[in-house]
């Protein structure tokens, strides 16, 4: 038997993307290496996604949305970006745009869990999880992967979903442009006394980036950024004195805080594909395009590579022809390129921008910040971007 499509990497771009080819007649296969019963019942990992409207409608079309929890999915109204310990903050407002808010934002494991039970319902998509690919050969009609175990499967088109650091990308001699930012995030949920007003901040404090989601209630997701054994030492705190800590990096604008659920931590690195496509293949999400999360972008371009690439697959299968031909594959990456490259650039720039800590470069941030609060196109363009349909 020969698969229409292969994907590699069950996270919630593989799903997402087997969850848009089917129903269209063709045979789709997802290969995780991870146990079902972890895609079944992700545990939390500490990232809050912040979604746009046009991921939203994404997510309603592909009948995940409507099985998110009411108690994971969160109102992100406004959005502000503070520097350094001056008390000026650059706004960004839904109302800008005319909308009652920005965005959402849904808790990582709500979403994989959503997304693993759209695909159940597909009787088209085969999971098979607990499976490694050992070897990846091409043919002019069909690529053939080897599984560990000597087992042999055949597919048309083979996709990459396997996160920022795919080792299938790899297999296929795909290289990427990684930059190692040499910081980690410390993500978790805190309680906090002062209200948050489902606003959004970025804090580009000095000698350490802070963040804070706003959630259901009175409780955020607490982003802090420093080197890894500065977070490290704040893993290893007790409760209490971790609390006291957070209070103190966050000046005390959000009165007490408390801890609210584990802490996890993720190595900085963003990741770009040398190519988003070879022959009979193509990348998706993090394997594509691996972000770095302070302007949330990742996931929101991860469904931007579902869309793109179940769009050009169906129109060619719509029209009787090859879905893995080159023409078919060049489009989904000329498209995907197009509406990432320029974001990724922007997001490591502003990156080194606002985490450098040499006098001009303060200065500067503040003073740009400044300029740009005084700039209400710039900002209703950024609320629009935000809350545009798709
Ligand atoms: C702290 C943090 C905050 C974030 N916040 C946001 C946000 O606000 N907004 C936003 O849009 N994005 C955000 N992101 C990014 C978002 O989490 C990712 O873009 C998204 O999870 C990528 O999904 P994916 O399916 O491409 O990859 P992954 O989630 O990495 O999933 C990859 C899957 O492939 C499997 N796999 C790996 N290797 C193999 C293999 N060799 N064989 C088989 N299976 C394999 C893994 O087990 C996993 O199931 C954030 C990320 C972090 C770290």
Redesign the pocket.
């Known amino acids: 038997m020969i698969h229409d499509v292969a994907i ?7 799903l997402c993307l087997a969850r848009a080819l089917s129903g269209q007649g063709l045979s789709i296969v997802l ?4 146990a079902e019963t972890a895609l079944a019942d992700p545990a939390f990992d ?6 746009t409207h046009a991921s939203q409608a994404l997510l309603e079309h592909l009948g995940l949305w409507q099985r998110l929890p009411a108690e994971e999915v969160a109102v992100l109204r406004d959005a502000q970006v503070l520097n350094g310990p001056s008390l000026f903050a650059l706004k960004i407002e839904a109302g800008q745009a005319g909308a009652e808010r920005l965005g959402h934002l849904v808790a ?1 494991r709500a979403i994989r869990r959503a997304a693993y039970e759209a695909v159940q319902a597909c009787a088209d998509v085969q999971l098979r999880c607990e499976v ?2 050992t070897a990846i050969r091409h043919h002019e009609r069909e690529v053939e992967l080897e599984l560990a175990g000597g087992e042999l499967l055949r597919t048309r088109l083979l996709v990459a ?4 650091f ?3 990308r790899r297999q296929l001699g795909i290289g990427a442009r990684l930059k190692d930012f040499g910081k980690t ?1 410390l ?1 978790c949920r805190m309680d906090h006394e002062k209200p948050h007003r489902q606003t959004a901040w970025e804090w580009f404090g000095y000698g350490q980036t802070l963040a804070l989601l706003p959630l259901n209630g009175e409780q955020s997701s607490v ?1 802090l950024t420093l080197p890894p054994r500065e977070i490290e030492r704040l893993r290893a705190l007790d409760e209490d004195a971790f609390a006291r800590e957070m209070e103190r990096r966050f000046d005390r604008r959000l009165g007490a805080m408390r801890l609210a659920s584990e802490r996890h931590a ?1 190595p900085l690195v963003g990741a770009y594909a040398e190519k988003l496509v070879g022959p009979r293949c193509a990348l998706i ?3 594509a395009v691996g ?1 770095h ?1 302070v302007t ?5 371009f ?1 469904l931007g590579s579902v869309q793109r690439l179940s769009a050009a697959v169906l129109a060619a299968r719509a029209r009787r022809e090859d879905i893995a031909a080159p023409s078919v594959l060049a489009r989904y990456a000329r498209q995907h390129r197009l509406a990432t490259w320029p974001l990724y650039q922007a997001t490591n720039l502003l990156v080194d921008v606002y985490t450098d800590d040499r006098l001009p470069l303060k200065l500067l941030r503040g003073a740009g910040l400044r300029v740009a609060q005084g700039l209400l196109p710039l900002k209703k363009g950024i609320a629009r971007h935000l809350t545009s349909p798709g």
């Open positions: 590699i990497g069950a996270g919630p771009a593989g290969l995780e290496r991870q500490g990232r809050e996604i912040a979604l990582n490694a690919v979903a396997d996160s920022r795919s080792e299938t995030m993500v982003v993720y999400g993090d394997a972000m999360p949330a972008h990742g996931f929101n991860g």
